[in-house]
Structures are given as structure tokens and as C-alpha cells.
């Protein structure tokens, strides 16, 4: 099955974790990829003969030089982003604007530069956070970050729906990535941490990169033609626990 065969596809973030899986699943079900991130070598490791175009998606310039460039899109899955941890009277300020710049300014230009390049039918999957919709104590300014990028996906959703372009946001939990795996690092007892993350799903355990690669496929594909302006919890459960 290649329900992707024949689709140019843009994956920010592809250099790791879920932009990796997902840019080698969309080829492997037949679409052509373009690959975003800051470090090339990322980039070329993530698929051969791939065109990479290493940029900061949270620099102006560099994503409209991007969009003058970027052929005509079928789809964009715009998973790059950042995690700090602090409470918002710990978190600085440049810590504040920087959860900003790389979880929500980016998604923004994306979309901005890049829009008028989407093709008539397009979809675009933003990844916000199942911690956007419920609070956690340490992550405040991510979490605001990625509330926004939730109500991205909705005001795209509508501004694009006349030329029946999609637009739909992903709010993952806990995934296996290097994203978690810092955090673990971070913590005083890495253990009881990694426990207290698996406990809140009703599932009992982290997500999977390649779980989050078959969604973002999905609502990339014309499988999903019915479905705009959703925020899609992939989360083992977690939002469904009071
Ligand atoms: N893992 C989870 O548990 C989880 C849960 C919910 C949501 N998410 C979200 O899922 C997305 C993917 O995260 P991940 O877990 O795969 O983490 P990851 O492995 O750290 O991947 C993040 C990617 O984003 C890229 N990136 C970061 N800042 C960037 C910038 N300013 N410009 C361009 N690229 C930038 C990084 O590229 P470079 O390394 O080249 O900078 C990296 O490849 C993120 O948006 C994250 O917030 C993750």
C-alpha cells in the first residue's frame, strides 16, 4: 500500500525522533521528502539523496529564503521543537521567548512562507503536546508554547479550507525520543521518573516514534480528506483520565 505515492512532502525536525520516523515512512509509502532541521549531517542520516535544507525555522529570513526556493507541496508535518522545564516564576525570560521561538514562531513562518506554496488539497500536521491540554507543574512555558500551536492548526484549518487544504494538529504524549531521554537525564532520580511517565496513561508506558509516524502518515494522506482543524491526542490514554 502506498498511500503517500506521488506526494512531495516537507518534515521539519527530520534530523531525529519523530520527524526521522515519520520522513522515512512517508518514503517508504511512496512520497518524495524534504527534509528540515539545523544540522545537515542529521539530515543525510536520515535518508539518502534526500534534499536537507539545514535552517533555524525560527529565523524570518531563513524560511522565506526556504519557501523562494521549496517545490510545490502536497503536505508538511512541521515536527520541530524544543522542551525547557521550569514553573513560570522559574523560567527566565529568554527561556520564556525561546520556548516560543522554537515551538510556536516556527510553525508560524512555516506556514506563513510556505502556505502560498501548498498545492490545492495539501495537508499540514502541526505537533503540539498532550500537555497543552492538561497542565503539568515544570513545563510552563512549553506548554503555552504548544497551546498556541494547537489554535494554529484550527485558524490554518479555516484560512485554508477554500482551497481545500487540511490542517490538523497531533498532541502526543510521552514518546521514546531524545527529547524524553533528556529530560530522564535531567532528573534527580531518572528512574522514578521514567515510572511516573508511564503511570498517567491507562497503557502504562511510553509511546512509540513509529506510532506517531503512522498518525502524522494518516492525516497526510487521502485517507483522511474529512478531518481538518483537529487536535488529535496520541497519548496511551492519557487525556481521558480525570
Ligand atoms: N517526545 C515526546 O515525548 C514529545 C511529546 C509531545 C510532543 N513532542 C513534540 O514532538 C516534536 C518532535 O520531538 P522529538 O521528541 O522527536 O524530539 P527531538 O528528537 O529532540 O527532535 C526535535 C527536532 O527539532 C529540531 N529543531 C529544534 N529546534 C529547531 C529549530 N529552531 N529549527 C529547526 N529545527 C529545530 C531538532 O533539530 P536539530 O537537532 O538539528 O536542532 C530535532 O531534529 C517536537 O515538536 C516536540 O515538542 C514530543
Redesign the pocket.
Known sequence: MKPLLGKTLLV????????RAAARLFQERGAQVIL????LE?LQDTLQGATCMA????DDAAVADLARTCPPLDGMFL?????RTGTVESTPLADFEAML???LR?PWLMAHYLGPRLKEGASVVL????IALRAIPDSAAYSVA?AGVHMLAKALALEWAPRRIRCNAIA????H????DARLAASPQPEEELARLMSVNPLMRLGKESEVAALAAHLLSDESAWTTGAVITIDGGADAVY
Open positions: 521539519t525536525g527530520a534530523g531525529s525522533g519523530l520527524g528540515v532541521g539545523r544540522r542529521s535552517i533555524d525555522h525560527s515536527a520541530a521543537g524544543q522542551l521561538a522554537a515551538n516556527g505537533v503540539g503536546s498532550n504548544k502526543p504524549g510521552p514518546i525520543t531524545a527529547m524524553v
